[in-house]
Protein backbone atom coordinates (compact mmCIF):
# COMPACT_ATOMS: atom_id res chain seq x y z
CA UNK A 1 0.00 0.00 0.00
CA UNK A 2 2.92 2.48 0.94
CA UNK A 3 4.56 1.80 -1.72
CA UNK A 4 2.24 1.78 -4.13
CA UNK A 5 1.18 5.49 -2.76
CA UNK A 6 5.17 6.26 -3.37
CA UNK A 7 4.77 5.28 -7.06
CA UNK A 8 1.38 7.11 -7.90
CA UNK A 9 3.11 10.42 -5.91
CA UNK A 10 6.30 10.25 -7.28
CA UNK A 11 4.38 9.44 -11.07
CA UNK A 12 2.64 12.83 -10.29
CA UNK A 13 5.67 14.73 -9.12
CA UNK A 14 8.06 14.68 -12.49
CA UNK A 15 4.93 14.83 -14.61
CA UNK A 16 5.69 17.68 -17.51
CA UNK A 17 3.43 20.94 -16.20
CA UNK A 18 0.39 20.69 -18.27
CA UNK A 19 0.33 23.16 -21.24
CA UNK A 20 -2.85 25.22 -20.86
CA UNK A 21 -4.30 28.08 -22.96
CA UNK A 22 -3.78 31.30 -21.29
CA UNK A 23 -6.93 33.40 -20.49
CA UNK A 24 -8.19 35.06 -23.89
CA UNK A 25 -9.22 38.50 -23.41
CA UNK A 26 -12.61 38.29 -24.57
CA UNK A 27 -14.30 37.00 -27.73
CA UNK A 28 -11.70 39.05 -29.98
CA UNK A 29 -9.05 36.94 -28.54
CA UNK A 30 -10.20 33.94 -29.67
CA UNK A 31 -9.88 35.25 -33.50
CA UNK A 32 -6.82 33.53 -35.40
CA UNK A 33 -4.65 30.65 -34.06
CA UNK A 34 -6.36 28.25 -36.03
CA UNK A 35 -4.97 24.24 -36.39
CA UNK A 36 -2.78 23.69 -39.62
CA UNK A 37 -4.51 20.28 -40.49
CA UNK A 38 -2.46 17.27 -42.54
CA UNK A 39 -4.62 15.97 -44.77
CA UNK A 40 -3.68 12.26 -44.81
CA UNK A 41 -5.23 10.59 -47.87
CA UNK A 42 -5.49 13.32 -50.19
CA UNK A 43 -1.55 13.81 -48.88
CA UNK A 44 -0.52 10.05 -49.54
CA UNK A 45 -2.42 10.48 -52.96
CA UNK A 46 -0.45 13.33 -54.31
CA UNK A 47 2.77 12.84 -52.67
CA UNK A 48 3.19 16.13 -50.74
CA UNK A 49 2.03 17.77 -47.63
CA UNK A 50 -1.68 19.22 -48.07
CA UNK A 51 -1.44 21.17 -45.22
CA UNK A 52 -5.08 23.17 -44.36
CA UNK A 53 -5.43 25.97 -41.72
CA UNK A 54 -8.81 25.37 -40.40
CA UNK A 55 -10.62 28.28 -40.52
CA UNK A 56 -13.95 27.20 -39.81
CA UNK A 57 -12.54 27.28 -35.86
CA UNK A 58 -12.82 30.95 -35.87
CA UNK A 59 -15.63 31.75 -33.01
CA UNK A 60 -17.54 33.18 -36.16
CA UNK A 61 -17.19 30.22 -38.22
CA UNK A 62 -14.89 31.51 -40.85
CA UNK A 63 -11.84 32.94 -42.16
CA UNK A 64 -13.48 36.27 -42.43
CA UNK A 65 -13.69 37.05 -38.70
CA UNK A 66 -9.97 37.94 -39.32
CA UNK A 67 -10.86 40.41 -42.14
CA UNK A 68 -14.13 41.96 -39.99
CA UNK A 69 -11.98 42.45 -36.65
CA UNK A 70 -9.36 44.32 -39.02
CA UNK A 71 -11.38 46.29 -40.38
CA UNK A 72 -13.05 47.62 -37.35
CA UNK A 73 -9.90 48.09 -35.58
CA UNK A 74 -9.25 50.69 -38.41
CA UNK A 75 -11.81 52.42 -38.31
CA UNK A 76 -11.02 52.75 -34.70
CA UNK A 77 -7.74 53.74 -34.91
CA UNK A 78 -8.47 56.33 -37.98
CA UNK A 79 -11.18 57.66 -35.39
CA UNK A 80 -13.87 57.02 -37.94
CA UNK A 81 -16.10 55.23 -35.06
CA UNK A 82 -16.66 56.41 -31.74
CA UNK A 83 -18.18 54.18 -28.76
CA UNK A 84 -22.08 53.02 -29.85
CA UNK A 85 -21.75 54.22 -33.30
CA UNK A 86 -22.49 51.98 -36.01
CA UNK A 87 -20.79 49.46 -38.41
CA UNK A 88 -22.22 48.80 -42.00
CA UNK A 89 -20.76 46.46 -44.50
CA UNK A 90 -22.22 44.91 -47.74
CA UNK A 91 -21.16 41.39 -47.64
CA UNK A 92 -22.13 38.21 -48.93
CA UNK A 93 -22.41 36.61 -45.36
CA UNK A 94 -19.09 35.49 -43.68
CA UNK A 95 -17.75 39.07 -43.23
CA UNK A 96 -21.09 39.85 -41.57
CA UNK A 97 -21.13 37.48 -39.43
CA UNK A 98 -17.90 37.90 -37.94
CA UNK A 99 -18.21 42.05 -37.58
CA UNK A 100 -21.89 40.95 -36.07
CA UNK A 101 -19.54 38.76 -33.13
CA UNK A 102 -17.09 41.97 -33.23
CA UNK A 103 -19.53 44.55 -32.99
CA UNK A 104 -21.73 43.01 -29.79
CA UNK A 105 -17.92 42.19 -28.72
CA UNK A 106 -17.23 46.38 -28.56
CA UNK A 107 -20.67 47.27 -28.40
CA UNK A 108 -21.36 48.72 -31.85
CA UNK A 109 -24.77 48.55 -34.14
CA UNK A 110 -24.00 46.54 -36.88
CA UNK A 111 -26.02 46.81 -40.50
CA UNK A 112 -25.28 44.48 -43.20
CA UNK A 113 -26.47 44.57 -46.81
CA UNK A 114 -26.13 41.51 -49.07
CA UNK A 115 -27.36 39.97 -52.28
CA UNK A 116 -30.70 38.13 -51.82
CA UNK A 117 -29.11 35.13 -53.48
CA UNK A 118 -27.53 34.20 -50.25
CA UNK A 119 -27.98 30.99 -48.44
CA UNK A 120 -31.03 31.89 -45.88
CA UNK A 121 -28.82 29.94 -43.41
CA UNK A 122 -26.50 32.71 -43.19
CA UNK A 123 -28.98 35.51 -43.32
CA UNK A 124 -31.09 33.91 -40.29
CA UNK A 125 -27.68 33.59 -38.24
CA UNK A 126 -27.18 37.77 -38.98
CA UNK A 127 -30.18 38.54 -37.59
CA UNK A 128 -29.70 36.16 -34.41
CA UNK A 129 -26.42 37.94 -33.63
CA UNK A 130 -28.50 41.43 -34.02
CA UNK A 131 -27.53 42.47 -37.08
CA UNK A 132 -29.81 44.72 -39.39
CA UNK A 133 -29.52 42.66 -42.58
CA UNK A 134 -30.77 44.29 -45.90
CA UNK A 135 -31.21 41.38 -48.65
CA UNK A 136 -31.19 43.15 -52.19
CA UNK A 137 -31.52 42.08 -55.48
CA UNK A 138 -27.94 40.87 -56.82
CA UNK A 139 -26.73 43.34 -59.30
CA UNK A 140 -23.32 44.57 -61.02
CA UNK A 141 -20.70 46.36 -58.76
CA UNK A 142 -21.35 49.39 -61.92
CA UNK A 143 -25.12 49.67 -61.10
CA UNK A 144 -25.81 51.79 -58.09
CA UNK A 145 -28.15 49.51 -56.57
CA UNK A 146 -24.98 46.98 -55.93
CA UNK A 147 -25.09 45.68 -52.46
CA UNK A 148 -21.91 47.74 -51.49
CA UNK A 149 -23.00 51.28 -52.62
CA UNK A 150 -26.29 50.30 -50.97
CA UNK A 151 -24.40 49.91 -47.64
CA UNK A 152 -21.97 53.36 -48.58
CA UNK A 153 -25.19 55.12 -49.07
CA UNK A 154 -26.47 54.20 -45.63
CA UNK A 155 -23.19 54.38 -43.40
CA UNK A 156 -22.84 58.21 -45.23
CA UNK A 157 -26.58 58.75 -44.06
CA UNK A 158 -25.88 57.76 -39.93
CA UNK A 159 -23.64 59.63 -37.38
CA UNK A 160 -21.42 57.97 -36.00
CA UNK A 161 -21.13 55.40 -38.82
CA UNK A 162 -18.71 53.59 -40.50
CA UNK A 163 -18.81 51.89 -43.52
CA UNK A 164 -15.90 49.09 -43.48
CA UNK A 165 -15.75 48.60 -47.42
CA UNK A 166 -14.51 44.86 -47.13
CA UNK A 167 -13.45 44.70 -50.47
CA UNK A 168 -11.32 47.76 -51.47
CA UNK A 169 -10.44 48.50 -47.84
CA UNK A 170 -6.79 47.37 -47.28
CA UNK A 171 -6.76 46.44 -43.27
CA UNK A 172 -8.50 43.11 -44.88
CA UNK A 173 -5.42 42.21 -46.44
CA UNK A 174 -3.30 43.50 -43.22
CA UNK A 175 -5.11 40.68 -41.53
CA UNK A 176 -3.53 37.91 -43.25
CA UNK A 177 -0.46 39.71 -43.14
CA UNK A 178 -0.21 40.27 -39.65
CA UNK A 179 -1.96 36.57 -38.51
CA UNK A 180 -2.59 34.16 -41.39
CA UNK A 181 0.97 34.37 -43.16
CA UNK A 182 2.70 34.35 -39.36
CA UNK A 183 0.92 31.78 -38.43
CA UNK A 184 1.48 29.23 -41.79
CA UNK A 185 5.34 30.09 -41.47
CA UNK A 186 5.54 29.35 -37.27
CA UNK A 187 3.21 26.16 -37.97
CA UNK A 188 5.37 25.18 -40.88
CA UNK A 189 8.40 26.04 -39.01
CA UNK A 190 9.31 28.02 -42.13
CA UNK A 191 8.55 25.01 -44.44
CA UNK A 192 5.77 26.09 -46.56
CA UNK A 193 6.39 25.35 -50.56
CA UNK A 194 3.46 26.56 -51.83
CA UNK A 195 0.18 28.30 -50.84
CA UNK A 196 -3.35 28.66 -53.08
CA UNK A 197 -6.71 30.11 -52.10
CA UNK A 198 -9.84 30.94 -53.98
CA UNK A 199 -10.64 35.00 -53.45
CA UNK A 200 -13.63 36.80 -52.55
CA UNK A 201 -12.69 40.30 -51.56
CA UNK A 202 -8.58 38.79 -52.26
CA UNK A 203 -7.63 39.87 -48.59
CA UNK A 204 -6.86 35.97 -47.98
CA UNK A 205 -4.64 35.87 -50.76
CA UNK A 206 -3.12 38.65 -51.00
CA UNK A 207 -1.85 39.29 -47.11
CA UNK A 208 -0.75 35.81 -47.05
CA UNK A 209 1.15 35.84 -50.26
CA UNK A 210 2.81 39.27 -49.50
CA UNK A 211 3.47 38.10 -46.14
CA UNK A 212 5.20 34.54 -47.15
CA UNK A 213 6.82 35.95 -50.32
CA UNK A 214 8.34 38.53 -48.48
CA UNK A 215 9.92 35.77 -45.85
CA UNK A 216 10.40 33.38 -48.46
CA UNK A 217 10.85 35.08 -51.45
CA UNK A 218 10.56 32.94 -54.57
CA UNK A 219 11.42 29.47 -52.58
CA UNK A 220 7.45 29.94 -52.27
CA UNK A 221 4.59 29.87 -55.41
CA UNK A 222 1.28 31.11 -54.85
CA UNK A 223 -1.48 30.32 -57.17
CA UNK A 224 -4.99 31.90 -56.62
CA UNK A 225 -7.97 29.02 -57.12
CA UNK A 226 -11.14 30.31 -59.02
CA UNK A 227 -14.49 29.11 -59.50
CA UNK A 228 -15.97 29.51 -62.79
CA UNK A 229 -17.76 32.97 -63.55
CA UNK A 230 -14.91 34.56 -62.24
CA UNK A 231 -12.18 36.34 -64.48
CA UNK A 232 -9.59 36.21 -62.27
CA UNK A 233 -8.60 32.99 -63.85
CA UNK A 234 -8.38 34.43 -66.78
CA UNK A 235 -6.47 37.39 -65.78
CA UNK A 236 -4.00 35.65 -64.23
CA UNK A 237 -3.62 32.97 -66.91
CA UNK A 238 -4.14 35.45 -70.56
CA UNK A 239 -4.18 39.56 -69.01
CA UNK A 240 -7.88 39.65 -70.22
CA UNK A 241 -11.12 39.76 -68.21
CA UNK A 242 -12.80 37.27 -69.39
CA UNK A 243 -15.33 34.85 -67.66
CA UNK A 244 -17.82 32.09 -68.66
CA UNK A 245 -20.44 29.79 -66.70
CA UNK A 246 -20.97 30.03 -63.03
CA UNK A 247 -20.60 28.39 -59.69
CA UNK A 248 -22.42 26.89 -56.67
CA UNK A 249 -19.84 28.20 -54.30
CA UNK A 250 -20.17 31.24 -51.94
CA UNK A 251 -18.45 33.89 -51.07
CA UNK A 252 -15.64 33.44 -54.40
CA UNK A 253 -15.32 34.54 -57.42
CA UNK A 254 -14.50 38.15 -58.99
CA UNK A 255 -15.41 40.61 -61.47
CA UNK A 256 -12.42 42.81 -61.16
CA UNK A 257 -9.32 43.43 -59.28
CA UNK A 258 -10.22 45.10 -55.91
CA UNK A 259 -7.87 47.17 -53.77
CA UNK A 260 -6.98 44.16 -51.72
CA UNK A 261 -5.95 42.10 -54.54
CA UNK A 262 -4.39 45.20 -56.87
CA UNK A 263 -1.68 46.04 -53.87
CA UNK A 264 -0.23 42.28 -54.58
CA UNK A 265 -1.18 40.99 -58.16
CA UNK A 266 2.33 40.50 -58.99
CA UNK A 267 3.12 38.01 -56.54
CA UNK A 268 1.20 35.49 -57.97
CA UNK A 269 2.49 32.21 -59.74
CA UNK A 270 -0.15 30.78 -61.53
CA UNK A 271 -4.06 30.16 -61.58
CA UNK A 272 -6.22 27.15 -61.77
CA UNK A 273 -10.47 27.04 -62.50
CA UNK A 274 -11.35 24.49 -60.53
CA UNK A 275 -15.12 23.44 -61.47
CA UNK A 276 -18.10 22.95 -59.14
CA UNK A 277 -17.93 18.88 -60.40
CA UNK A 278 -14.45 18.67 -58.36
CA UNK A 279 -15.42 21.00 -55.33
CA UNK A 280 -18.40 19.00 -54.74
CA UNK A 281 -16.94 15.49 -55.11
CA UNK A 282 -13.68 16.77 -52.65
CA UNK A 283 -16.15 17.97 -50.23
CA UNK A 284 -18.26 14.69 -49.57
CA UNK A 285 -14.33 13.04 -49.54
CA UNK A 286 -13.40 15.54 -47.06
CA UNK A 287 -15.91 14.14 -44.98
CA UNK A 288 -15.98 10.88 -45.25
CA UNK A 289 -11.90 10.21 -45.65
CA UNK A 290 -11.03 13.01 -43.11
CA UNK A 291 -14.57 13.58 -41.12
CA UNK A 292 -13.84 17.37 -41.79
CA UNK A 293 -17.11 19.17 -42.69
CA UNK A 294 -16.71 22.36 -44.72
CA UNK A 295 -18.55 24.77 -47.35
CA UNK A 296 -17.89 24.12 -51.08
CA UNK A 297 -14.98 27.30 -51.44
CA UNK A 298 -12.84 24.83 -49.28
CA UNK A 299 -13.39 22.09 -51.21
CA UNK A 300 -12.20 23.57 -54.37
CA UNK A 301 -9.38 25.22 -52.36
CA UNK A 302 -8.50 21.51 -51.17
CA UNK A 303 -8.65 20.57 -55.31
CA UNK A 304 -6.44 23.40 -55.95
CA UNK A 305 -3.69 22.63 -53.55
CA UNK A 306 -3.92 18.59 -54.77
CA UNK A 307 -3.31 20.25 -58.48
CA UNK A 308 -0.47 22.71 -57.45
CA UNK A 309 1.20 19.62 -55.60
CA UNK A 310 1.40 17.95 -58.76
CA UNK A 311 2.74 20.82 -60.76
CA UNK A 312 5.47 21.70 -58.11
CA UNK A 313 6.53 17.75 -57.63
CA UNK A 314 6.65 15.32 -54.65
CA UNK A 315 7.54 16.10 -51.09
CA UNK A 316 6.32 19.52 -50.80
CA UNK A 317 4.14 21.21 -48.02
CA UNK A 318 1.17 22.93 -49.93
CA UNK A 319 -1.12 25.02 -47.53
CA UNK A 320 -4.12 25.90 -48.09
CA UNK A 321 -7.93 27.97 -46.16
CA UNK A 322 -10.90 25.27 -44.75
CA UNK A 323 -12.70 29.27 -45.19
CA UNK A 324 -15.65 27.83 -43.59
CA UNK A 325 -18.07 25.00 -42.35
CA UNK A 326 -21.03 23.46 -44.34
CA UNK A 327 -23.57 24.18 -41.40
CA UNK A 328 -24.19 27.34 -43.53
CA UNK A 329 -24.98 25.63 -46.88
CA UNK A 330 -26.10 22.01 -45.84
CA UNK A 331 -29.68 22.32 -46.76
CA UNK A 332 -28.38 22.70 -50.44
CA UNK A 333 -25.38 20.92 -50.22
CA UNK A 334 -26.77 17.77 -48.72
CA UNK A 335 -30.26 17.92 -50.47
CA UNK A 336 -30.68 15.62 -53.41
CA UNK A 337 -32.95 17.51 -55.36
CA UNK A 338 -30.64 20.88 -55.29
CA UNK A 339 -27.85 18.96 -56.06
CA UNK A 340 -30.19 17.23 -58.84
CA UNK A 341 -31.19 20.80 -60.00
CA UNK A 342 -27.52 21.79 -60.31
CA UNK A 343 -27.06 18.46 -62.25
CA UNK A 344 -24.12 17.99 -59.85
CA UNK A 345 -25.36 14.83 -58.29
CA UNK A 346 -23.34 12.63 -60.66
CA UNK A 347 -20.32 14.40 -59.55
CA UNK A 348 -20.42 12.35 -56.24
CA UNK A 349 -19.75 8.59 -56.59
CA UNK A 350 -21.72 6.07 -55.29
CA UNK A 351 -20.33 5.27 -52.31
CA UNK A 352 -20.35 9.28 -51.29
CA UNK A 353 -24.04 9.13 -51.91
CA UNK A 354 -25.05 7.96 -48.45
CA UNK A 355 -24.34 11.44 -46.90
CA UNK A 356 -26.74 13.07 -49.39
CA UNK A 357 -29.05 13.19 -46.48
CA UNK A 358 -31.74 15.72 -46.94
CA UNK A 359 -34.58 15.05 -49.71
C1 LIG B 1 -16.89 30.92 -47.73
C2 LIG B 1 -15.84 31.90 -48.17
N1 LIG B 1 -14.71 31.43 -48.70
C3 LIG B 1 -13.75 32.26 -49.13
C4 LIG B 1 -13.87 33.63 -49.06
C5 LIG B 1 -12.79 34.52 -49.65
O1 LIG B 1 -12.01 35.22 -48.76
P1 LIG B 1 -11.40 36.65 -49.15
O2 LIG B 1 -12.51 37.63 -49.06
O3 LIG B 1 -10.34 36.89 -48.15
O4 LIG B 1 -10.86 36.57 -50.55
C6 LIG B 1 -15.04 34.16 -48.51
C7 LIG B 1 -15.23 35.61 -48.44
O5 LIG B 1 -16.27 36.12 -48.07
C8 LIG B 1 -16.04 33.29 -48.05
O6 LIG B 1 -17.20 33.75 -47.52
Redesign the pocket.
Known amino acids: MNSLRFVARRAYSTAKPAVVPRITPGLIGAIGNTPLIRLNRVSEEVGSDILCKAEWMNPGG???DR?ALFVVKDAEEKGLIRPGGTVVEG?????GIGLAHVCRAKGYKCVIYMPNTQSQEKIDLLRMLGAEVHPVPAVAFDNPENYNHQARRHAESLENAVWTN??DNIA??RA?IETTGPEIMAQTNGEVDGFV???????????TARYLKEQKGDKVKVFLADPPGSVLYSYFTTGKFDREGGSI????G?GRITD??DQDKDLIDGAFCIPDEESVHMLYRLLDEEGIYV????AL?VVAAAKMAKQLGPGKKIVT?L??GAY?YQSRLFSRQWLESKKLLTAIPEHLQKYVVLP
Open positions: SVKATAGNTQFNRHCATGTGGTLAGTEGIQNLGASSNICDR
